[in-house]
Structures are given as structure tokens and as C-alpha cells.
């Protein structure tokens, strides 16, 4: 009986999480694998993920604890205002301007990594140049450059008096080999506002209750199969 109960649980499990990967490509535009990749299943509330063993009795299937220390997908399950990122800290603290810094959004401009996400090494390359990163001395050695070479790249942000400080048009730019402006990140004075989308423990605990006395049949027929009788 404890060998089918964890048996069962780990299935269940597996499939909770498989159909969660599922729900979110339909909740989410263009969703990342980090958000696909952000739960897994665990015989404990707290710690790391792993498999149910015999004599444990229950599994959770919770957000990996990296991304629960980043409060990660909280917003998008509550609704409501969403707390600053790092990025826009960074900005709010660091950036000389009269603007609010309320959020920063990437434009399709900005480099991302092989899973559609933002790349963070770009991100901090551009922090880097425009001297605002916490660290100081990880800061670019020539403001608004992310080298000393008359080749690395430039990049600037617009006085709220220039014409692209106004508005919609403030934000990041890169200034391109050719002189021309490239904006690379939004910078809007609005907080970022969500809608409670996510709905995780509506849907977990709906698909949980149909699927679990099917693999729990499915695991004891298995376990009395293969039972070694004395």
C-alpha cells in the first residue's frame, strides 16, 4: 500500500505539472521556459524538488524556490500592482532624472537569450554603461559607453525636455553606428496593473481531484502485480 500511495502521487504529480506547462502556453503570449520551468512537484511545502518515496503520503506542486524568492508569477495569480523589478529599482535609484520611473519594459529591439527572454548580460552590459548599476565599480569606464574603444557601443536617455524624453517615447536607447536611435527598453511612469490570469490552485486542485483515483487504481494493480509475496 505505501508503494502504490507514492507511486500514485508521483504520477499524479507528473501530470499536474506537464498540464500546468500546458495551461500557461494558453494563459500567457509568448511564454519563456523559465515561466514553463518555474513549478515542480515535492513531498515537502519548503526544499528542494523531489520524487514522493514510500511512506510519504502527500505531494505539492509549488513554484521552484528560485523563483519564489522573486516573488515570481504572485502578481499574476493575485492581481494587482506589481512590486518593482531589479531592473527598475536600479533605474528609480540610480537614474538622473525629474521622470517617476514606475516600469521598464523591454521593446522587441532588445537582444534576448536562446528561450525568448530577456538577456541579462545585455540588460547588464546596458546598466553597466549608463552607470547605474548597484556595484560601482562594475560600472562601464566612460559614461554611456560599454567600453573605452571608439567602437563600443553607445547608449543614452533622453532629458524629459528632448523630444524623445516625452511621453511614450522615453525610455533606453543605443545610438547606432549610423547616429540614428535605437530604443531598447520602455520606461513608463505607470505602475504595472494585472489581472488575476494565472488561476494555479483553481486549476491544480480541479484536474488534481479527477486524476488521482485513476492513477491510484492504475498503481495498486501495479503493486499487487509485482508484489514478492512470502
Do not use: C, W
Not at 130 to 137: E, I, M, P
Amino acid at each position: 500500500m505505501p508503494f502504490a500511495v507514492s507511486k500514485a502521487l508521483n504520477d499524479t504529480a507528473t501530470t499536474l505539472v506537464a498540464k500546468n506547462k500546458q495551461d500557461m502556453r494558453l494563459i500567457f503570449k509568448n511564454t519563456v521556459n523559465y515561466t514553463l520551468n518555474a513549478f515542480g512537484r515535492s513531498p515537502f511545502k519548503f526544499g528542494p524538488m523531489k520524487m514522493v518515496r514510500k511512506g510519504q503520503n502527500r505531494v505539492f506542486i509549488r513554484r521552484k524556490d528560485d523563483r519564489a524568492k522573486r516573488h515570481y508569477l504572485e502578481v499574476q495569480q493575485t492581481g494587482g500592482p506589481r512590486p518593482r523589478t531589479g531592473i527598475e529599482t536600479k533605474l528609480h535609484y540610480n537614474l538622473p532624472t525629474t521622470r517617476y520611473i514606475g516600469t521598464a519594459t523591454p521593446t522587441r529591439r532588445l537582444k534576448r537569450n536562446k528561450s525568448g527572454g530577456i538577456s541579462m548580460g545585455e540588460v547588464n552590459k546596458i546598466l553597466s554603461a549608463l552607470h547605474l548599476q548597484s556595484d560601482k565599480s562594475t560600472n562601464s569606464p566612460k559614461y554611456g559607453q560599454s567600453g573605452k574603444t571608439k567602437r563600443s557601443r553607445q547608449f543614452f536617455v533622453p532629458a524629459p525636455s528632448h523630444p524623445l524624453g516625452q511621453g511614450r517615447r522615453f525610455g533606453i536607447y543605443e545610438r547606432t553606428p549610423a547616429g540614428n536611435a535605437k530604443k531598447l527598453i520602455n520606461i513608463s511612469e505607470r505602475a504595472a496593473v494585472y489581472k488575476p490570469k494565472l488561476k494555479f490552485y483553481q486549476r491544480m486542485n480541479r484536474f488534481g481531484i479527477k486524476v488521482y483515483p485513476a492513477k491510484m487504481q492504475k498503481a495498486l494493480k501495479f503493486a499487487m502485480r509485482t508484489a514478492k509475496f512470502k
